[in-house]
């Protein structure tokens, strides 16, 4: 299925298993029920990552991050957002691999996705074709700054901004 | 009151322009129906019964002069010249055309407004007290705190695809005139008994609609610095653990109720223990910029008694009655908060004119440090006016049809669009509150009344508020006839509580006659200065139930 990151399309390189039975895969993607099993198969050239629903609870998957390339968070309909919080408990844990968020999303979500910790996005075929990619990257640049601090590049925040502006401003001669 | 700097200004119009490609997206058909609606809700375009619909955010309530004439002149131009406040402090246009609404996206990014997140599954517009920052019985202006959330919320990362819509409310004051705990989230600003700092109490789990419940605390004395950190862990909570399988029963109250209030509060620390507090908080400077915006205007120094006021209130008992009614105590000496009901006999409550918008703008700039307020009961509020000005703000607001004496009053009704407008309304809700407004006209009996706070919703979803009106009403369709159920001792303050149901529906022509009844019994038994929800609550339910079973009894 079509794959993007922030610069465009993208290949990729994962091979979804059906099951445990990863065999000699390089880059296999395996379903949360299975990932024990698979993680005992693991070979040593080879890397896996998960494919999860979006209520697994945090707790049960923080076992397993360090032993993974990529965390797959399934995105039933665009308008669920368990995954962006999911997301963001991973990366604070310090999940350095890839985040992939995998479902129905929007152009519009691009720029949420990318902060909360998503590196990738797969889409299902109809809504690749609906929205082409040059739709995604304009819809992630919408915006110049946020609100939120923490999420996304630092500096890319308006109360960064904002203090960064004040220490920079000759004191007032008052 | 708070100004845009240039990242705010930029903030707008970039959503304004976020939203006409949006629009556009769905007219190439990049976009699905299915897709659009969340992102046309989440700026303000709902579509009603009769036509789009389009809420304008008033964040915590606050206006200025230039912002309201901005909204006459949209709905002159693009509606039909009126406008309607709501119990969210927001505004509605009911008649414009959507084609129109990019254009008047850019006429409220002219004046510092949006649209943004008044409706969708996020963090609506969040809502204050209307005498924030004037009320004697204020500990700290809540509008620091509520500016402070807007910008937080507005167009979240995290928290822009919800299980459900989700309402935060702030108070600073003894007395909770934002209803704080029928929100998802209410704050109140309070002084910790040993340090006297000012903290903030955090209830969790209010909330009206079809299952109405009070919301819990969950932090007695939040530090003010935690306090996006803290907003942060409750909202993850909630996005990952609230129920999507059923619309109904996706609001937070359901979880809370469903896992418990302690269990809830548990998962919340532990979220919370988990964060970097210092990376998401707003720094202290940043705190004290906004901050800054809601000093208190330069108020003349002056007596705390006008002469010129009590001569002319001698001169005109009218007068003297309006002003008894529609003002209350104020923070400086001299001065007076005015609420400006919009609720003349007989009137849709809530509506304004965009004449009677230009006319209170007038009266904001000259006589209120050009300052206003929107009041979720859907009146207006000048929240600062001199004394001695009081009688010439009458005056004019009397040649606009302004000047009903009945702020707090039994026709002082809130009320939801119902069926006249809203595509959700089972029933109407307008014309029973012109009907029971009708009943109660007389001025004199009104105040012989006392306060007494009937609030109607159209339907389950009870955008009238009615579980936490001292009577509520509301209308419900049964069998293709419309039926109004009325509940008896809600309160909406800080001593909140949901109303309980006297009995069978009744048919539209009967509720005035039950509200005449239940008034009735309050008057009888009232001991001297009872107030009706003090006198419900000593004398308890069965003798109200019992006036009730005789209106049912004589329509049967």
Known sequence: MPLLDRTGSREDR???????????????LVPWEVLAEALDAQEPEQVIGVLIPNNVPFAELAPFLPRLTLVAIAFPAYSDGRGFSLARQ???????????????LIADQFAYALSCGFDTIELPEANAARQPVPQWLHAKDSFSATYQRGYGESGRNVLDQRRAARAAAPVAAE | MYRYDEFDER??????????????????????????????????????????MLRIAVPYGTLNSQQLRQLALIGERYDRGYGH??????????????????????????????????????????????FAGVAQDEIEDPRPTAELIRQWSSAHPEFSYLPRKFKIAVTGAEADRAVIKAHDIGLRLRRHPETHETCYEISVGGGLGRTPMIGKVVRD???????????EAIMRVYNLEGRRDNKYKARVKILVHEIGAEEFTRRVEAEFAQLDGPSINADPEEVARIAAYFAPPRYEVLPAVSNTLEAAKAANPAFARWVEVNTVPHKAPGYTALTISLKPIGQAPGDATSEQMRRVADLAERYSFDELRVTHAQNLVLPHVRQRDLYAIWQQLGEAGLATANVGLVTDIISCPGLDYCALA????????????????????????????IKISGCINACGH???????ILGLEKRGIESYQITLGGDATENAAIGEILGPGLAAEEVPDAIERIVSVYLAA??????????????GLAPFKAAFQETARAAA
């Not at chain 2, 556009?24 to 989440?42: C, H, I, N, V």
């Not at chain 2, 009615?466 to 509520?472: A, E, F, K, T």
Request: aromatic residues 8%.
């Open chain 2, 85 to 130: 406040f709501t119990t969210r402090q927001n505004l509605q246009f009911n008649w414009p055309k959507l084609r129109d609404v990019p254009a008047i996206l850019g006429l409220l990014a002219d004046v510092e407004m949006h649209c943004i997140q008044t409706s969708g599954n996020c963090i609506r517009n969040v809502t204050a007290d209307h």
């Open chain 2, 466 to 472: 009615h579980h936490v009106g001292h009577i509520g």
């Open chain 2, 11 to 52: 903030f707008v119009r970039e959503r304004v322009a976020q939203f006409t490609d949006q629009v556009a997206r769905r007219l190439d058909g990049s976009l699905t129906e299915d897709e659009f609606k969340p992102l046309r809700l989440k700026n303000g375009v709902y579509l009603q019964l009769h036509a789009y």
């Open chain 2, 221 to 231: 004395y939040l530090p003010k610095k935690d306090l996006l950190a803290y907003l």
């Open chain 1, 14 to 28: 994962w091979t979804l298993s059906e099951g445990a039975a990863i065999g000699n895969i390089p880059a296999a």
């Open chain 2, 526 to 539: 009232r001991s001297e200065g009872e107030s009706f929800i003090d006198n419900v609550r000593r004398i």
């Open chain 1, 90 to 104: 991973i990366r604070r844990l310090g999940f350095a691999g890839e985040i992939r968020a995998s479902g129905p």
């Open chain 2, 426 to 453: 089972t029933a109407r809700s307008i014309p029973i509150a012109q009907a029971i407004q009708s009943r109660f006209a007389d001025e004199a009996r009104q105040r012989e009344i006392g306060p007494l706070g």
